[in-house]
């Protein structure tokens, strides 16, 4: 059983995925029609080594809008804020590479949300709703201004979603990668082979995810979601750290629910939502597919779309310069030029 808290940073020696979990990896892989072509992505370029040493996300423990989170701050707080919402099944570790590179630049802030990551949480949290006023309750307390949301993968529908209930702190956002779009009401495939099976297949499915476990999931995760960044023993023991166990299983309530939510909470604002959003994709992402953004772009009355050649799931990861680049240049001033369409 896993504990409250899990400790803030893996210390050595460090818990790997073993010779059976990699295996049982190996055996979902083959059943992913999509891993073919990031085995051919991934051949066509030169790998990134992950960071073993974390000086830019340097998280701690700390209870903000009434619930414990692990969040981490960095850069002066006298700049734009730019706050990091972690993705799924990743923590705000993965951030590392482009904080260093933003972090003379902006006020970074990012947090494992409530239920992902290291911070505590069941099913209870484990709604967009809840993350989403979690996020409007946490930009109140710490007195955040003018934000620059990121959000990709599951929290692409949290930051869309606070926006939709309270914008007044919010100047903008950067999403990619995760859902917004209700998968019902469009022909268009939107969701590589994965997630769609989560979505669709139903408890069975899920429930089998959640007992693989995590080690299983993050080694899929690890073939299949990254083109160049190859993560390093430190992150991915914090990742083994934060879904062991219950955790894993507790974590499909957000897919058990978050096909309805997007369709009922989500994606009826896309329209109406005033504020500036870049929609940035993964070239290569199987995982949710570029279309999911195209469409994205599509419908926000306030948006651009870059897609990141030679990346995949996580294009932050598999290319942090142009990533950075991308953040800062759109922090200084390019999200006032997006004008509204219509």
Not at 24 to 44: K, N, S
Not at 113 to 138: C, N
Request: hydrophobic share 45%.
């Amino acid at each position: 059983m896993q504990p409250e808290f899990a400790p803030v940073m893996p210390t050595a020696p460090y818990e790997h995925v073993g010779r059976l979990s990699r295996l049982m990896a190996l055996v979902t892989l083959a059943g992913v029609p999509e891993w073919r072509r990031v085995r051919r992505a991934q051949a066509a370029v030169t790998p990134v080594d992950g960071p073993q040493v974390f000086t830019a996300v340097a998280p701690t423990y700390r209870t903000v809008a009434g619930r414990t989170i692990r969040i981490a701050e960095a850069g002066d707080p006298a700049r734009p804020t730019v706050v990091f919402l972690s993705p799924f099944p990743l923590t705000i570790l993965t951030f590392e590479p482009v904080w260093r590179l933003l972090a003379d630049d902006v006020h970074l802030v990012g947090y494992d949300v409530p239920g992902l990551g290291k911070s505590p949480g069941g099913p209870e949290v484990m709604t967009y709703e809840f993350a989403a006023r979690h996020l409007l309750g946490l930009l109140d307390e710490l007195d955040l201004r003018d934000v620059h949301l990121v959000g990709h993968d599951i929290p692409s529908a949290i930051v869309l979603r606070a926006a939709a209930i309270d914008r007044s702190r919010i100047a903008s956002l950067v999403i990619g990668d995760g859902p917004g779009v209700d998968i019902d009401a469009t022909r268009l495939r939107l969701n590589g082979s994965l997630v769609h099976r989560l979505l669709t297949w139903g408890a069975p499915y899920r429930t089998f995810v959640g007992w693989a476990g995590a080690p299983v999931v993050l080694w899929v995760i690890k073939r299949l979601a990254f083109v160049r960044a190859q993560i390093s023993e430190v992150e991915l023991a914090d990742q083994i750290e934060g879904y062991r166990g219950r955790r894993l299983r507790s974590m499909m309530a957000w897919f058990a629910g978050g096909r309805e939510a997007v369709r009922t909470q989500v994606d009826p604002a896309l329209e109406r939502l005033d504020v500036p959003v870049h929609v940035v994709w993964g070239a290569d992402d199987v995982i949710v597919l570029e279309e999911m953004g195209r469409e994205l772009d599509r419908r926000l009355p306030r948006s651009c779309f870059t897609s990141i050649a030679r990346a995949g799931h996580a294009p932050w990861a598999d290319q942090p310069e142009i990533y950075a680049d991308l953040v800062r240049s759109w922090v200084a001033g390019a999200h006032g030029q997006v004008t509204p369409t219509g």
